[in-house]
């Protein structure tokens, strides 16, 4: 049972684009929404989180746009740039449920084209 | 550097043997995680520790797996009798805070390969 959708698998761009990439959910005990940025050989590292209290958060270039009642949520890199290529997990958790079990999507791998 | 640490980068190992993993975590951070990563897919959680109490633990995680968190600090995992399903990266993450305010920090993993 995936808990949480993302799509696309893959995704290029150019540089300036605004990539977008969307995960679905559907255990609605979910309470706290993370983007990771993983390259090659690293783990995952945070980028930017979002609680079902508030539709939209903005941090730098990355923003988040939540829609509670569709169980969706999105990432957008504004001015994407070919360092921000690497592959994007959306993950999800209880996070009063007394641990960071994350629960993660399949991820999306960027490319940005100079 | 001050980040979580994990030995060793690369493992190889024939089917049966057995392999051990060990995690160092950012100091003070009271809570560590296991996750598994295979080609292509998100991590999968296995288990996670508060100091050196295991709290939980993944379906995921067979009996032929063990990790353990002796005094609360370093953490170990262990899988024996090693089958090419196990093949996969192992990651450790780290944490302090609770809630919403917790934020994992992952190691750079450990690449199992069973041969």
């Known amino acids: 049972q995936q808990q949480v959708k993302q799509s696309p698998q893959s995704l290029i761009v150019q540089k300036g684009g605004i990539p977008i990439i969307n995960c679905a959910y559907e255990n609605t005990a979910f309470d706290y929404f993370p983007w990771y940025q993983q390259f090659p050989g690293k783990g995952p590292a945070l980028l930017i989180a979002?609680?079902?209290?508030?539709s939209e958060k903005k941090e730098g270039r990355f923003t988040i746009s939540f829609n509670k009642s569709a169980k969706q949520f999105s990432l957008h890199i504004m001015d994407s740039q070919p360092g921000d290529s690497a592959t994007y997990f959306c993950?999800?958790?209880?996070?009063?449920?007394?641990?960071?079990?994350?629960?993660f999507g399949k991820g999306t791998k960027l490319t940005v084209n100079p | 550097d001050t980040g979580v640490s994990q030995n060793p980068r690369h493992k190889i190992t024939k089917r049966g043997q057995n392999v051990t993993f060990r995690c160092d975590p950012i100091s003070e951070h009271n809570r560590l995680y296991w996750y598994r990563q295979t080609l292509g897919q998100g991590p999968e959680f296995l288990t996670y520790f508060q100091n050196e109490a295991q709290l939980e633990k993944s379906r995921l995680l067979s009996d032929r797996f063990s990790a353990e968190r002796p005094k609360g600090s370093f953490s170990t995992l262990e899988i024996q009798r090693t089958e090419q399903g196990d093949s996969a990266m192992y990651l450790c993450a780290s944490s302090v805070g609770q809630g919403s305010t917790e934020k994992l920090f992952f190691g750079s993993g450990t690449q199992l390969s069973v041969l």
């Open positions: 979002i609680r079902p209290d508030v």
């Open positions: 993950a999800a958790s209880i996070a009063q449920g007394g641990s960071e079990k994350l629960v």
